[in-house]
């Protein structure tokens, strides 16, 4: 259960941050949390697999759904069509 204390706190952290005003629209604090949240993705999957990885996962998806998407653009450009 190690991983998940830290990662419940990187939720909550999150969502607080999103509450609050920013000029750059949290871009700064986007890239610090995805920092932070990849390798305790891979610490919880590690630990749990993939039965407490993935709700962590859509969690994480959900609250950082715009650089996820501005990525997704990124990708789909450089493909061939």
């Known amino acids: ?13 999150a969502n607080l941050i999103a509450m ?5 629209h949290h871009w700064r604090a986007a890239y610090a949390l995805i920092a932070i949240g990849l390798p305790l993705l891979l610490w ?11 709700p962590f996962l859509l969690g994480a998806a959900s609250l ?16 061939p069509r």
């Open 1 to 13: 259960m190690l991983p998940l204390t830290p990662a419940l706190l990187w939720l909550i952290t």
């Open 20 to 24: 609050l005003p920013s000029r750059d």
């Open 44 to 54: 919880i999957y590690e630990a749990h697999g993939a039965r407490w990885t993935l």
């Open 64 to 79: 950082l759904r715009w650089p996820l998407w501005h990525l997704w653009r990124r990708l789909r450009a450089t493909l």
